[in-house]
């Protein structure tokens, strides 16, 4: 949280409400939006497969899949578990319409298994410079790991690479935001029509399942966090958002600079399977969400993204039951060149949260 004098902070809490819940929000306009980028976009920033010879030869292959499996014996020692097999990664992703139910491979999967077929890198999300945020994105959010907060849901450990699609090398030093809902469809950091109770202040001041981390030599970061919920009109999904790093700097505080001037590189989504979110959903803790649920064939914004790219995180179980927790990991492409304006819904300040409805978004008159 970007630290502030009271006098200005209760200049900004004058502001009107935010009017446009996430529900509310114009799904259709934002997915039209995001396949006009893709359309548009070079055949080189569509996906990163003409990147897999250059990252088998540079040994970038070889060190996710180490990552990888050395980040789910820790996490599986760390929560206690054994399970007894690996259970079955996602399968490549053949951009078919309509979505397919599962990406499960078909590999007959136990502890033998070569690491390079678990956890090898094909799922590949292109992150698009002319795509909206949505209405629920916060600016000054903490730069951190664990975002979890102790929400309720099944555990859910991110692994993200970004990866440069004009050099195909991992970019270093970029800061990454994420955001996502609760079990219960509920987002930190607004209030809004649609998103939990609207009345319910605390939200505004609330920080869960948020949080900004640098990439490291790798170009890699890694969150913990939860299984996202549904709420009215999408699907499960996290948002990312990539920082440039020539024009970021970090706060003492620990947050990043340009509060109420945000920049991005990119900007995108990322998805699961339906069959795993049919199993996350059969919980006790999602089943309490009574909100329609909206499947991934029936997601505008999916349906955009799959007929050109792979925007699925592939995944392993940490234990024999989906309750122990997932390990998930996606790689990013974005055109380290590109910097682009965003705007915020919401800033997150010493004194709490602060909503942005100007017309231009950005900071306050004087």
């Not at 990552?67 to 690996?86: D, S, W």
Request: hydrophobic share 35%; proline share 6%; with cysteine.
């Amino acid at each position: 949280m970007v630290r502030f004098g009271p006098t200005f902070v209760a200049g900004l809490a004058g502001l009107a409400s935010i009017a446009a819940a996430h529900p509310g929000h114009d799904v259709k306009a934002e997915a039209a939006e995001r396949a006009a980028f893709l359309k548009r976009a070079p055949l080189h920033s569509r996906g990163l497969s003409h990147c897999t010879e250059k990252l088998h030869a540079r040994g970038h292959e070889a060190s996710n899949v180490a990552r990888r499996e050395l980040t789910v014996e820790k996490l599986r020692h760390r929560r206690g578990l054994r399970p007894r097999a690996l259970y079955p990664r996602a399968r490549d992703f053949d951009a078919t319409i309509p979505i397919p139910t599962s990406h499960h491979s078909s590999l007959d999967v136990d502890q033998t298994v070569d690491p390079a077929v678990l956890f090898g890198s094909n799922a590949t999300c292109i992150l698009g410079p002319d795509t909206t945020e949505g209405p629920y994105y916060v600016s000054g959010e903490l730069i951190r790991k664990d975002v979890s907060e102790e929400q309720a849901g099944v555990p859910l450990y991110l692994d993200f690479q970004i990866i440069d699609t004009s050099t195909c090398d991992p970019l270093p030093n970029i800061y990454l935001d994420i955001w996502h809902c609760n079990a219960t469809g509920v987002y930190s950091g607004v209030l809004a029509r649609g998103n939990g109770d609207s009345n319910d202040v605390s939200l505004l001041d609330a920080t869960f399942l948020r949080g900004i981390q640098k990439t490291d030599k790798t170009g890699v970061v890694q969150f913990e966090s939860i299984f996202p919920g549904h709420y009215t009109g999408r699907t499960h999904h996290i948002h990312v958002l990539s920082h440039p790093g020539n024009s970021t700097t970090v706060n003492p505080n620990g947050t990043i600079s340009g509060l109420f001037n945000p920049h991005a590189s990119y900007v995108g989504q990322t998805f699961f399977d339906q069959d795993l979110i049919y199993k996350v959903e059969a919980l006790d803790t999602y089943a309490a969400n009574k909100q329609p649920l909206t499947t991934n064939d029936e997601d505008g914004i999916l349906a955009g993204e799959a007929k050109v790219i792979d925007p699925f995180m592939q995944y392993v179980y940490l234990g024999d039951r989906i309750e122990d927790g997932l390990f998930a990991w996606i790689s990013l492409g974005i055109d380290a060149s590109r910097e682009s304006n965003v705007r915020a819904g919401a800033y997150y300040t010493e004194n709490g949260g602060v909503e942005d409805n100007l017309p231009g978004g950005g900071p306050p008159p004087a």
